[in-house]
Structure formats: structure tokens, C-alpha cells
């Protein structure tokens, strides 16, 4: 069942705060990372937030599939280790609809995260940026609410999806990528952690890979330009198909 385009905003930001788990309030000797009060007026959705969040990537998918996608976490900052994501595409008959769920890192980084009934794009772009919301809060001691409405916002005043060429199985497809860096600039991130104050975040799609994300990077440069590794880099790419039933 399809939404009505108004409510689009209001329901993925709630959907983005239904996976969290609360907020951690910053150290009182630095500025808090919380937002302040006021919501910015409704948007018409964006071309973008259509792209990343909306369009139907599972639709080339049978009714139950498995897809897993390689994880790997690599810079100067942090330890460093690579992992796997599995998407798990179940059928839950006429009363449920199509059920989703994922097997999101493994060991002490399994993020336990809820099954999304009826799921309009790939919910591992949603699962994906939850841990990444977790990951900047553990850093920063900031507020989860801060780094999704950051990234949400982003994201519908990005005015541009950018056709790409990636490498999938041995060929060239056509992908579409978007990039946005949501605490550019922002007084409040530089002040309390100018580290990732550049971070971006670049979402790669395609029609042609099974459950239409082939890439989702998260990377943060190092201050140094002739550095040879970023302080954080971050990413979740297609691996394969693992089985599919009509």
C-alpha cells in the first residue's frame, strides 16, 4: 500500500526514531548535541528522499529472497574489522504483506534491530544509518535525534542524484548516487566534534542489483590532505544473491 506523499516526511522520520533507542546527553562543558526546539516546516518529498528512501527496490525481488552485502570498516580512528549484512525478504501472506528483516554484524557489533512489515525501498538503507546514529552518539555522547534529523534533512535538501558507472558481476551498470554531508558547517557539530564536522555519506543505487543498493559508504577524511588513509570510512556493498523463492 502506498502512502500519501504528505504524510512521506512525518512517517520515515518517525520510522528513523521507532529503531532507536534514546538519547545520551553531552557533557555539560561542551555544547549539546540536541536540537533545538521548533520543527522545520514540511517539504514536498525530494527527488532525492524519493531515490534513497521511497522508490521500490525490492521490486525486483521474489517474494522470499536472501541478499547479503559485505561490511567493512577501515581509517586511523577506531578499530577496524569486516563483516556481513544479510537481508532477510519473507512473505507474510494477505494479512502481513511482504516482511523484512536483517542479520546486521556479528559478535559484540550485532545491531538488533525490529522487522519492517510492507517495506517500500530496501530497509537496509534505514538499518545501515541507524547504526551509523548509534555509532555517532557512542563517539560524540551526543543525541541520537540530532544525527537522524541532520541526516533526514540532508537528504531533502539535496537537489541532486548523480548518474554513475559501477562494476557488478563482471559488467558495467548504471547507478544513481547520492552524496550529502549533513553537518557541514553546522556550529554546533564543529564546536563539540569538529572530527566529523566534513563526514559524508554516499548512497549508491541501481535497478539492476537485486534489492537496488549496490553501495552505502559513510567516510571521514582526514584534517591532513596528504594522508593515506581517511580517519573513518565505512561500507556496506552488495555481495550476492543468496537464494530467492517466487
Known sequence: MRMKKHLLPLLLASLLISLGIGGVSAQAAKPPLAEPAGE????????????????????????????????????????????????????????KGRLASADFLSGKSTLKLPEIPNPQGN????YF????????????????????????????????????????EGRDIKADEVRVQPYLNDPVMHARAE??????????????????????????????EKADAPLVDETMTFAKLRKQTK
Open 40 to 95: 522545520a516546516p514540511s517539504k514536498p518529498i525530494s527527488a532525492v528522499e524519493q531515490r534513497v528512501f521511497l522508490d521500490d527496490h525490492l521490486g525486483n525481488l521474489a517474494k522470499t529472497a536472501d541478499i547479503e552485502y559485505s561490511f567493512k570498516r577501515s581509517g586511523t580512528l577506531g578499530d577496524n574489522f569486516e563483516d556481513m549484512v544479510v537481508l532477510h525478504v519473507r512473505d507474510g501472506g494477505k494479512e
Open 123 to 126: 530497509p537496509v538503507v534505514l
Open 129 to 168: 544509518l541507524e547504526r551509523d546514529v548509534r555509532e555517532m552518539e557512542r563517539i560524540t555522547k551526543g543525541k541520537q535525534y540530532f544525527f537522524r534529523k541532520r541526516v533526514r534533512l540532508a537528504l531533502a535538501d539535496a537537489d541532486q542524484v548523480k548518474p554513475v558507472t559501477v562494476r557488478f
Open 195 to 224: 572530527k566529523y564536522e566534513k563526514k559524508a555519506y554516499i548512497f549508491t543505487l541501481s535497478d539492476q542489483v537485486p534489492g537496488g543498493v549496490y553501495q552505502i559508504r559513510t567516510t571521514v577524511a582526514a584534517a591532513d
